[in-house]
């Protein structure tokens, strides 16, 4: 079994920056691919960001594109999500989450472990 731990979140004006730091339990982090998705009140879980292996291939959505810096250190079992230029749509609950595979996912059903999330709130 993996944990995984998020933190970070918090309340931020509109404009801001955040970071959000996920740690994992085991090593098997450094041969998995990695990801953030978010989900808000009302809506599904939608996929933010991902990361391969050595963390030379980031993907993300077009919503943060530009946005948002996905990293990952292998050596500490843990990832991070920059959030700069944050807008009110961002807010959401944050997750982090593992693939155990080496080819990097968009759908959060390709994904074996979760974190409990941590919220970002980003006021207006």
């Known amino acids: 079994q993996v944990q995984l731990v998020e933190s970070g979140g918090g309340l931020v004006q509109a404009g801001g920056s955040l970071r959000l730091s996920c740690a994992a339990s085991?090593?098997?982090?450094?041969?998995?691919?990695m990801g953030w998705f978010r989900q808000a009140p009302g809506k599904e879980r939608e996929f933010v960001a991902a990361i391969s292996l050595t963390g030379s291939r980031p993907y993300y959505a077009d919503s943060v594109k530009g946005r948002f810096t996905i990293s990952r250190d292998n050596a500490k079992n843990t990832m991070s999500l920059q959030m700069s230029r944050l807008k009110p749509e961002d807010t959401a609950v944050y997750f982090c989450?593992?693939?155990?595979?080496?080819?990097?996912?968009?759908?959060?059903?390709?994904?074996?472990?979760w974190g409990q999330g941590t919220q970002v709130t980003v006021s207006s």
């Open positions: 085991r090593s098997i982090f450094s041969i998995s691919t």
């Open positions: 989450a593992l693939r155990n595979n080496i080819m990097v996912a968009t759908n959060r059903e390709q994904y074996d472990y």
